[in-house]
T-cell receptor, first 110, second 111 residues
């Protein structure tokens, strides 16, 4: 089992652009959560997907959206990128309230 | 509001010394607390979960509901314990798994 995999590992975008980040959960896990981790901070919850529906959402604007596919993989989309969106984006999959994290996607917005 | 506070950004100790990483939380319900660790160039991984009440790599953590704390302790630090440690709060309801993290404490164990 490869664990939680995320792609790409690094990404550079400019302000106003749109970005899509991808996550494959650990085998057998049906729930995917996304977190944003700014430099020097702890991860902040963006939202969680279960059975292809957004189950819970943190305090993030509508520019942040997501999707979960029937195979439980997930995408995070961010529209109209701002400089402040530069961060490490972490995906975590879970089965029984324990979250397993991917290595993250480092997004830089210039 | 739900909140996790880790008051120390950096904790530096010598090998063999005791370690205590502090974590305080704010939550109106019955909390579920975790400690996650991130070693250099590795992903965030679960270290301890309060309901399991086990010792992992010599670390223990006891939930104190009166003081709303979940401090991480180890009697004798090792150099390989050097890492970033995050305390995280989960909700006991609906098993949604949303985690609220503290800002993290870097533990530096000197030889």
């Amino acid at each position: 089992d490869a664990g939680v995999t995320q792609s790409p590992t690094h990404l550079i975008k400019t302000r106003g652009q749109q970005v899509t980040l991808r996550c494959s959960p650990k085998s057998g896990h049906d729930t995917v959560s996304w977190y944003q981790q700014a430099l020097g901070q702890g991860p902040q919850f963006i939202f969680q997907y279960y059975e292809e529906e957004e189950r819970q959402r943190g305090n993030f604007p509508d520019r942040f959206s997501g999707h979960q596919f029937p195979n439980y993989s997930s995408e995070l989309n961010v529209n109209a990128l701002l400089l402040g969106d530069s961060a490490l984006y972490l995906c975590a999959s879970s089965f029984s309230n324990i979250q397993y994290f991917g290595a993250g996607t480092r997004l830089s917005v210039l | 509001a739900q909140r996790v506070t880790q008051p120390e950004k950096l904790l530096s100790v010598f090998k063999g010394a005791p370690v205590e990483l502090k974590c305080n939380y704010s939550y109106s319900g019955s909390p579920e607390l975790f400690w996650y660790v991130q070693y250099s160039r590795q992903r965030l991984q679960l270290l301890l979960r309060h309901i399991s009440r086990e010792s992992i790599k010599g670390f223990t953590a006891d939930l104190n509901k009166g003081e709303t704390s979940f401090h991480l302790k180890k009697p004798f630090a090792q150099e390989e314990d050097s890492a970033m440690y995050y305390c995280a709060l989960g909700s006991d309801s609906s098993n949604t798994g949303k985690l609220i993290f503290g800002q993290g404490t870097t533990l530096q164990v000197k030889p």
